[in-house]
């Protein structure tokens, strides 16, 4: 069945048309998102090159080449910028495209070779889309992994095809003809009209991938502080009393509240607040371990939870804590900003039951701390009795 060419030229700019559009649409209702609209532009660099190849004459030829050659390095640019890489990474290929674009030139309008504009176009494809094969699959993170490594290989497929394709016009016998033969056309634009069709849905597969990541993030995390929410730390805390309980481990609980936040706020503003709120945040998450789980459960209120910690260890864990958040210090053009914790100290005896009660135990021990001075550390514990009251350690003889 012998293709036309004139009607393979339409399918393949009206398919780089609708993916430019739908790629627009995306870029202008996340705009946050990076890299988006390169790809957009892209599609429109390229619909137009494959509209203007249809016109006789070297000039329809050379514009159109520079505006699909102008649509790949477009393209690349999208996918660095998408993955968050640094920008200078772009420019090794993109000057080694632009080179091959100017012997593309030479090939045209300088020593008119047909042979040689299709060796220098594919080395171009070739170059592109294996770079952009390499980012995709080395830089992608691990949400967007499936759908990033797909899209690398059909690019990487596409590289290797038009690698192919530059040493069949190496070693083919034309037999002095200086035209492309149509079969190489009738393949090229088949080609390019799937690579069209999978390399945009593999674009809205990685886009849909990276909104499903933010929203699970946003659904677990606090977005002030970077520590986890108050639902993490339930399901986290309800899981670990059963295993403690199965197991007999210990387990412990802090809850952290800083002193006097709502004067913090009323004499330094809510962005001196919620920049303690983060130092606050910041310097928990070093004091503790990579196995504890920390969480804001409320305006400035924090809870730790300690896995496998008795009430010794759990205690010494919140006195340095509360030692260290004592050292914070902002600097303000009004003064300097520094602020004390009080915690409260909850460990699960051997017959605790639940976790909603090593919860309040914890919250009992915080506001005794509060109640006697705040910026100090109270603890109780959890046992056949209900709550049993605990000394702070360093009244009992023991010491950090």
């Not at 993170?141 to 038009?162: F, I, K, N, Q, S």
């Not at 409320?298 to 804590?321: H, K």
């Not at 919860?359 to 705040?374: F, I, P």
């Amino acid at each position: 069945m012998d293709l036309d060419i004139p009607s393979l030229l339409v399918v393949n700019t009206l398919l780089q048309t609708v993916a430019a559009l739908c790629l627009l649409m995306a870029a202008l209702s996340l705009p946050r998102q990076a890299g988006l609209s390169y790809w957009a532009a892209s599609g429109f660099a390229q619909a137009a090159g494959l509209a203007l190849n249809s016109e006789p004459g070297w000039v329809g030829l050379l514009s159109g080449h520079f505006l699909i050659f102008t649509g790949y390095g477009l393209a690349y640019v999208g996918v660095v910028r998408f993955l968050g890489r640094p920008t200078h990474e772009t420019w090794p290929v993109l000057v080694l495209g632009a080179l091959l674009a100017a012997v593309f030139l030479w090939f045209t309008v300088g020593a008119p070779e047909s042979r040689g504009r299709i060796l220098v176009s594919s080395l171009f494809f070739t170059t592109l889309s294996a770079a952009i094969a390499w980012h995709l699959v080395r830089h992608a993170e691990r949400d967007l992994c499936p759908a990033a490594t797909v899209t690398g290989t059909l690019y990487a497929a596409w590289a290797l095809l038009a690698l192919a394709r530059a040493a069949w016009a190496l070693v083919i016998d034309w037999e002095g003809t200086v035209q492309e033969p149509h079969a190489m056309k009738v393949a090229t634009r088949l080609v390019i009209i799937c690579v069209t069709t999978t390399v945009t849905n593999g674009y809205l597969w990685m886009i849909s991938r990276r909104l499903d990541s933010e929203l699970m993030q946003q659904a677990r995390q606090d977005p002030l502080t970077g520590v986890a929410n108050r639902r993490v730390l339930w399901a986290a805390g309800e899981m670990e009393v059963s295993r403690a309980l199965r197991h007999h481990r210990a387990l412990s609980l802090l809850m952290i509240d800083i002193d006097h936040f709502k004067a913090v706020n009323d004499r330094w503003g809510h962005g001196t607040g919620d920049a303690l709120l983060v130092a606050v945040a910041d310097c928990l998450t070093r004091e503790l371990r990579r196995s504890d789980i920390l969480a804001r459960v409320g305006g400035e209120e924090f809870m730790a939870l300690l896995p496998e910690t008795g009430l010794e260890d759990a205690w010494a864990v919140a006195e340095r804590v509360r030692q260290q958040v004592a050292t914070i210090t902002l600097d303000r053009p009004q003064g300097a900003v520094r602020c004390t914790v009080s915690i409260g100290v909850a460990t699960l005896g051997a017959d605790g039951h639940v976790w909603e009660e090593l919860v309040t135990a914890a919250d009992q021990a915080l506001y005794r701390a509060k109640d006697t001075g705040r910026n100090r550390t109270e603890t109780l514990s959890v046992g056949p009795g209900g709550l049993e009251t605990i000394l702070p350690l360093s009244q009992s003889g023991w010491t950090a």
